[in-house]
């Protein structure tokens, strides 16, 4: 089994910054792709970010220029700035693996003024 505990979310102003944390631990041999979905109320799953084991990343063109996401060993980030209402959202990490996924329990983050 694999954990995944995320960290870092919260409210903050429209143009604020954030940084979630997601640090996975248990039966962990090799991960390859760590990532992030954010799902608002009422509304689908949305893809937020991945990144490799060796750190090419893909960001969703919503968050392109506002998000970065990073990873250290089996601990994975996302810095978002710039951050705006229609972020507000429950962030959860998530790890793809052949066998099945794993997710968070997930990390609201409010943006409001």
């Known amino acids: 089994q694999v954990q995944l505990v995320e960290s870092g979310g919260g409210l903050v102003q429209p143009g604020g910054s954030l940084r979630l944390s997601c640090a996975a631990s248990?039966?962990?041999?090799?991960?390859?792709?760590m990532g992030w979905y954010r799902q608002a109320p009422g509304t689908q799953r949305n893809l937020v970010a991945t990144i490799t084991k060796g750190g090419s990343t893909n960001l969703s063109d919503s968050v392109k220029g506002r998000f970065t996401i990073s990873r250290d060993k089996n601990t994975v980030y996302l810095q978002m700035s710039s951050l705006k209402p229609e972020d507000t959202a429950t962030y959860c990490c998530f790890i793809p693996t052949v066998a099945m996924n794993y997710w968070g329990k997930g990390t609201l983050v409010t943006v409001s003024s």
């Open positions: 248990g039966s962990i041999f090799s991960i390859n792709v």
